[in-house]
């Protein structure tokens, strides 16, 4: 089990990067390698046991940490130049918050170490 966690961290420090990729013109390389970086980085640190859990998955502050990272470094360096595009793109609020609440809901934060089925016998 361990090690499936581990791995899913590993994969879950790229969202951050992926998702800026696709959504946020203004993210930049330089961003992007230092979310990378510091994901990872966080992930050694939680393996040898250097950092606490906070009481849930250790997913949930790497990423979070790993998109600070990209917005903050991403702010700092100035933006590459893009191809220009056709018409500009809507934001997508509506598939953000979903992803997030069905992110919130595969972690179990809020029923850690609980053995009870939540609503429609989810843990």
């Known amino acids: 089990m361990e090690i499936a966690t581990e791995a899913f961290t590993d994969l879950a420090v790229l969202f951050p990067t992926v998702m ?10 330089a961003g992007a390698i230092a979310s990378i970086i510091v994901g990872e980085g966080l992930v050694v640190a939680y ?35 893009r191809l220009p595009e ?22 179990g934060f809020w029923a850690w170490g609980d053995g009870q089925p939540g609503p429609l016998g989810f843990p």
């Open 20 to 29: 800026a990729a696709v959504h946020r013109p203004r993210a930049t390389p």
């Open 47 to 81: 393996h040898f046991r250097l950092l606490p859990s906070f009481g849930t998955l250790p997913v949930v502050p790497i990423v979070a940490a790993a998109s600070l990272t990209l917005v903050a470094v991403s702010l700092l360096t100035p933006p590459k130049k």
């Open 86 to 107: 056709g018409r500009k793109k809507r934001a997508r609020w509506g598939w953000a918050l979903a992803f997030a609440l069905l992110f919130a809901a595969g972690n």
